[in-house]
């Protein structure tokens, strides 16, 4: 059986990934379902905000009285309050599904990791956690992240969203000569 | 049809955010965002993916949305425009920025990168869950400043003192330009500049018509507005259904269900002879700014306008119902219906002996000296006036504010 499957795998060529979007034209899709969110819905996108209230679901299993008696986290999950009844997780949940179709219809799902050429992919690995962490951290301080702030913000105007926007480059730009080895 | 929707079915609601969710998914990855070497080669100007993508969504999702509002057809007082925090934004920005520069994605981009397979992508959602729980943990250390900078609902128009179209039209031009800047970092530093196939160009050149054009042509006045909702809303008029009698509006000040704005559109002077305290005055011109600000305000909120008689206040009446406001009343017969009613309180107030035809929207009573509010007449009490209460047919029926919807901040 095994054998037939792998004998099938060589006589069929993997496909070629196929190529990206022109960013141009990306962009315009992503304006069109961030217009067609605010329209419907009237909220934007959001990506932190899922996984924030995943987050504090689990939490909220393991530590109940915990959670309870963080008012930050109550405001979400305490007493009978389920965090997983807002609208972020499901976007996010969606996203991954809408990434993974894609993926895979596009020939570009693949085991990997990306990384710059002067360091190892165990380094690539800390990074990426750490990155992570501070990301999320930032995140939560910010009220929201690139997706639910410098794109749903920005897109109708929000003066806070803007000065975010405009910190999350800077912050970037200002450390990227300090890791250039990592990238380049 | 009036948007945005309001949903009410929860399983339609979260159905349709899963739906946005997968587009909104499925175009991250095929722009190349589940690459974290290339969201980071953003800052290395090599490769300027990030900002063509993420201002092209920007500006295609602004000039849409602004062209709705202005054509009426979306209410831009009930979508979701992110409060402002400014300074604990600024920080969770640059915390953010740090974050981006050392693992290559963020948020969303992460997630979508796990689910194409990618193992950075997987390690920094990792680490972006970390985070979120850590933000949850220590945010009781500093949940004051956390609170601190609070703008409320700010727009970048209000801050330029300028108007949503003239607005919209800068942020156009100016990502326009980093567009052209972008193209030519891409060159100078990764060699090669993506460029933008042709039909992508039109359709950035027919919005960025579209966002100068409303600007120079003016958008929509009141008067076409109510043009709209004319059809549906004259006929209450016709039938004085939202004409309340003074002993209403006196009572409506006591009742708990909702706050009462008694917004005076008479002249400065006249406001100063006399009126209702409580009332704020309010010139036509400034009731667009209140329509704004009530709408904003969550709690339910019944408006009742004044005039001398009230064929002003019908009018003001006509703007803020074109403008969405809702429960919106009109005092039957104005200040002087109300006074032939209260004036008996207050010694200092004089009918006037007007003979002939008495000409609209004149003031039929006389003061000794301007009184304000600083009259009995200005504010009665329902307690003493029992027996109006049974005299008047209530017509206030409240309907509910739809309210902003969420954020992402939740």
């Keep these: 059986m095994s054998a037939n499957l792998s004998a099938q795998a060589q006589a069929k060529p993997k496909p070629q990934p196929k190529p990206y979007l022109n960013p141009y034209v990306g962009g315009l899709l992503l304006g069109l379902v961030l217009f067609l969110s605010f329209l419907i819905t009237g909220s934007g996108l959001g990506a932190s905000g899922g996984v924030n209230r995943i987050a504090v679901f689990f939490e909220d299993l393991i530590a109940s009285g915990h959670v309870d008696r963080n008012p930050y986290l109550a405001h979400m999950a305490g007493g009978n309050a389920n965090p997983l009844l807002n609208w972020t997780v499901f976007v996010l949940i969606g996203a991954m599904v809408g990434g993974f179709v894609s993926a895979k219809l596009h020939h570009r799902w693949e085991v990997a990791t990306y990384k710059g050429p002067r360091i190892s992919v165990r380094t690539r690995w800390v990074l990426a956690f750490v990155g992570g962490l501070i990301m999320g951290y930032g995140a939560r301080m910010a009220r929201g992240c690139t997706s639910g702030q410098a794109l749903s913000g920005g897109a109708v105007l929000s003066a806070g969203s803007w000065a975010i926007m405009l910190a999350i480059f800077g912050g970037a730009y200002a450390l990227a000569y300090f890791l250039r080895k990592v990238w380049n | ?410």
């Design chain 2, 1 to 410: 049809m009036h948007f945005p929707l309001t949903i009410d079915a929860v399983v339609v609601k979260y159905l349709i955010h899963f739906l946005i969710g997968i587009a909104f998914g499925a175009v991250l990855e095929m722009s190349g965002f589940a690459i974290s070497t290339r969201l980071a080669g953003q800052f290395y100007f090599k490769d300027q993916t990030v900002l063509k993508v993420m201002f092209g969504g920007v500006i295609t999702a602004m000039v849409l949305i602004f062209w709705f509002v202005a054509m009426g057809w979306l209410d831009y007082d009930l979508i979701w425009v992110n409060p402002t925090y400014l300074w604990p934004g600024i920080v969770g920005g640059l915390i953010m920025g740090v974050g981006f520069i050392i693992g290559g994605f963020c948020p969303g981009t992460s997630f979508v990168s796990a689910a194409t397979g990618k193992i950075d992508g997987l390690l920094f959602a990792a680490g972006v869950t970390a985070g979120v729980l850590l933000f949850g943990e220590t945010e009781p250390l500093f949940h004051t400043w956390w609170y601190t900078s609070d703008y409320g609902r700010l727009t970048l128009f209000e801050v330029f003192h300028t108007s949503y179209g003239v607005m919209v039209a800068i942020v156009m031009i100016v990502a326009l330009l980093m567009f052209w800047g972008a193209e030519y970092l891409e060159r100078a530093f990764g060699g090669r500049a993506s460029g933008i196939v042709p039909w992508a160009k039109y359709a950035f050149g027919l919005m960025a018509l579209a966002a100068v054009a409303l600007p120079l042509f003016g958008e929509p006045t009141v008067d076409e507005l109510w043009a709209r909702v004319a059809p549906e809303m004259e006929p209450k008029l016709q039938a004085r259904e939202v004409y309340i009698h003074p002993a209403e509006l006196m009572e409506a000040r006591y009742d708990e269900r909702f706050r009462t704005v008694v917004l005076d559109v008479r002249s400065e002077a006249d406001y100063n002879l006399f009126h209702i305290r409580w009332a704020h005055r309010a010139d036509m011109d400034d009731l667009p700014t209140w329509a704004q600000r009530i709408k904003k305000d969550e709690r339910l909120t019944v408006v009742v306008l004044v005039s001398n008689d009230d064929q002003a206040a019908t009018e003001a009446w006509k703007t803020l119902v074109a403008l969405d406001v809702p429960n919106v009343y009109i005092l039957d017969g104005g200040i002087n219906h109300w006074l032939d009613i209260f004036a008996a309180e207050d010694t200092r107030i004089h009918p006037m002996s007007l003979t002939g035809g008495v000409e609209g929207e004149r003031l039929r009573y006389d003061f000794d000296y301007a009184l304000g509010e600083a009259s009995p007449a200005a504010d009665p009490v329902p307690d003493q006036h029992e027996e109006l209460l049974e005299e008047f047919q209530p017509k206030i029926k409240l309907e509910l504010p739809a309210g902003p919807a969420g954020g992402g901040c939740g």
